[in-house]
């Protein structure tokens, strides 16, 4: 079945720090690819997603390319914030499901000022 | 996008008692999906809730433990039953942001602790 494997936290930053955070995936088909964003008390928001391979997702600095040969989904920020500090989660939906998200285990940023 | 409210957002909860999570919608939507959360753990759908039919449960999770009503296209509700501490989760409830793309909008969650 599908799956999301994502990389181990916490991840501690100091601000304007590079951010990576790993995810690769398995999936038959042509999953679409999501990286939602949990801030402290909130629910899960939608931060990015690509739909096909090569696809750059991208949203307040954040950017994530779906490599298809890779199978992976990295989230890489240039400089981060201490307002960045949250739980993100990679995710895929695959061909055949409808509201049914895989998501990876999650990873907590802390960034520190 | 939709705005999602639940309630509660937090209690503890005997074992083996029951507690129904509500969770309603500012707009109408036709399926509404729940997730669990447990501990340390990442994100399982347990079922599907349309309005006028019932709800689609996914592998491992049944209607017995986990009734859900759905009676209008802005609200749902699901009851976990006959609780033990494995239930401590964080229960979301979710909506579809964008038809047909796979884009959902989350609750902020009911995280139940089963003592």
């Known amino acids: 079945g599908d799956s999301v494997t994502q990389m181990e936290g916490p991840v501690t930053l100091s601000e304007e720090a590079f951010l990576t955070i790993n995810c690769t995936y398995t999936a038959t088909g042509y999953p679409s690819l999501f990286w939602y964003v949990q801030y402290p008390g909130e629910g899960l928001q939608l931060l990015l997603k690509?739909?096909?391979?090569?696809d750059k997702g991208s949203n307040k600095g954040f950017e994530a390319t779906y490599r298809k040969e890779t199978t992976s989904f990295h989230l890489e920020k240039g400089s981060v914030q201490v307002s960045d500090s949250a739980v993100y989660f990679c995710?895929?939906?695959?061909?055949?499901?409808?509201?049914?998200?895989?998501f990876g285990q999650g990873t907590i940023l802390t960034v520190h000022p | 996008s939709a705005v999602i409210s639940q309630k509660p957002s937090r209690d503890i909860c005997q074992r083996g008692t029951s507690l129904t999570i509500q969770c309603q919608v500012d707009s109408q939507v036709t399926m509404m999906f729940w997730y669990r959360q447990q501990p340390g753990q990442s994100l399982t759908l347990i079922a599907t809730?349309?309005?006028?039919?019932?709800?689609?449960?996914e592998s491992g999770f049944v209607i017995d433990k986990f009734p859900i009503s759905r009676p209008n296209l802005t609200f749902s509700t699901l009851t976990v039953s006959n609780m033990s501490p494995e239930d401590s989760s964080i229960y979301l409830c979710?909506?579809?942001?964008?038809?047909?793309?796979?884009?959902?909008?989350f609750g902020a969650g009911s995280r139940l602790t089963v003592l």
């Open positions: 995710a895929l939906a695959g061909g055949t499901s409808y509201g049914k998200l895989t």
């Open positions: 809730a349309n309005q006028g039919s019932e709800a689609t449960y």
């Open positions: 979710s909506v579809e942001q964008d038809s047909g793309a796979n884009v959902l909008t």
């Open positions: 690509a739909t096909k391979a090569d």
